[in-house]
């Protein structure tokens, strides 16, 4: 998987801080000329010329056809090359793991899928072992891989008890050093960042956040999470976990605890629906026909929406956000009939003092956490931060 040993003609590693902001600027406003480039960074034409030529010809940029205007000569507009870059990324849920290929522009070339009762690293590399040279052997020889980034929820080993993991199995994940073993296995660079913040960069980057720059972000997987987005930044806070909003305090119900990840998590529907013997247990809701889930369904969607919208009134108190993204490991039809249901529930809310949200919804579903690492290690070398938000990472260098 590392660049082939034996191309020395393709250029690898970090780019220059000037190759960086160029190659941001084709990628948030290409197609796009090199002068209009060069203007854009206060650089003359000469060096944008020069800048886009070099970066052409180290397979980073594609030309379009002439742009014939009235006067002058054509412009020729630039855009990133799909596949003069690719990248790994990883999601690792609490019922499911997912890597996936991304290339340049965000496509994915590929991706692959791992269901377990609860995760253990043993299986999360077993995935990675067995699916990055497949997923990477369909590439042309000497494709250049920036490297691996990883979605993990914060403090793996916590919560786990709800979906009936071993405390012992569990506790290994405290003195995992995940990048390290899968720079060991993969051979690449590797990022780690909070599953629910990178979640929240892939819908700012590939989905609805794409129009918006502030808001917050609520994810409903098998625990709810979120992140936030300010100024058009990803606000990752001190320690990389801002946006946690599983453990907004909210209002008890009969013997559930006092977060909202008590209240609000796909684990309580699978909970219901395994003791109605409609799944069995350890079952993956995204292979199941939901539709048959009748009246179980409904009380969970209306139990969700109610906590789920005085989460959103307390974080615009303290944010401000115009926008609550609301997306999660849910059928299409699903999470439109739970986004209908929080905002007709903040209607009704009392919002003195406050300007209400408008609630958004979420467009990548479970692959948001997969797609946002994925693009973690292209926004570290190759890109420039404002391209795209940037997460407090952990990194380790190949082996």
């Not at 990840?261 to 026909?289: F, P």
Request: with cysteine; charged share 25%.
């Amino acid at each position: 998987m590392p660049d082939d040993p034996d191309r020395p003609d393709i250029p690898t590693g970090p780019r220059s801080a000037t190759e960086r902001a160029f190659l941001s600027v084709v990628q948030r406003q290409g197609p796009i000329a090199a002068g209009e480039v060069a203007r854009a960074l206060g650089l003359s034409a000469q060096a944008g010329s020069v800048l886009s030529r070099a970066l052409e010809t180290d397979g980073f940029l594609l030309r379009g056809a002439p742009v014939r205007g009235r006067v002058g000569k054509p412009s020729i507009p630039l855009a990133l090359a799909p596949d003069g870059l690719f990248s790994l990324g990883l999601r690792i849920g609490r019922r499911r793991a997912d890597l996936v290929l991304m290339d340049f522009t965000g496509g994915v070339r590929g991706a692959e899928a791992l269901s377990y009762a609860w995760p253990t690293p043993q299986r999360v590399e077993a995935l990675v072992r067995d699916a990055a040279p497949r997923l990477t052997g369909r590439l042309a020889d000497g494709a250049r891989i920036a490297g691996l980034g990883i979605a993990a929820p914060f403090e793996l080993w916590t919560w786990l008890e709800q979906l009936g993991a071993p405390k012992a199995e569990m506790e290994v994940w405290r003195d995992t050093d995940l990048a390290a073993r899968m720079a060991a296995i993969t051979g690449l660079a590797v990022t780690v960042g909070n599953d629910g913040t990178l979640a929240c960069c892939g819908e700012q980057v590939f989905g609805r956040g794409r129009d918006l720059s502030n808001f917050a972000y609520f994810f409903v997987g098998a625990f709810v999470g979120g992140g936030v987005v300010l100024d058009g930044r990803l606000f990752e806070g001190a320690n990389g976990n801002a946006g946690a909003f599983g453990s907004l305090p909210v209002e008890r119900e009969g013997r559930r605890g006092h977060q909202l990840i008590d209240h609000a998590s796909l684990y309580l529907l699978e909970r219901q629906l395994v003791e109605a013997g409609r799944i069995g247990r350890g079952d993956d809701l995204a292979t199941a026909e939901w539709d048959g889930f009748g009246g179980i369904l409904d009380d969970w969607l209306d139990r969700t929406a109610r906590h789920l919208a005085s989460a959103a009134i307390a974080v615009t108190a303290v944010l401000a956000v115009p926008a609550v993204v609301l997306d999660g490991s849910l059928p299409p039809a699903i999470r439109t009939r739970l986004v209908e249901r929080v905002a007709r529930r903040m209607r009704g809310m009392e919002t003195r003092g406050l300007t209400p949200p408008e609630i958004v919804e979420g467009s990548l579903g479970r692959m948001a956490g997969a797609l946002g690492s994925a693009y973690q290690p292209i926004v570290r070398d190759y890109l420039t931060p404002e391209a795209s938000s940037r997460p407090a990472i952990q990194r380790s260098a190949a082996r």
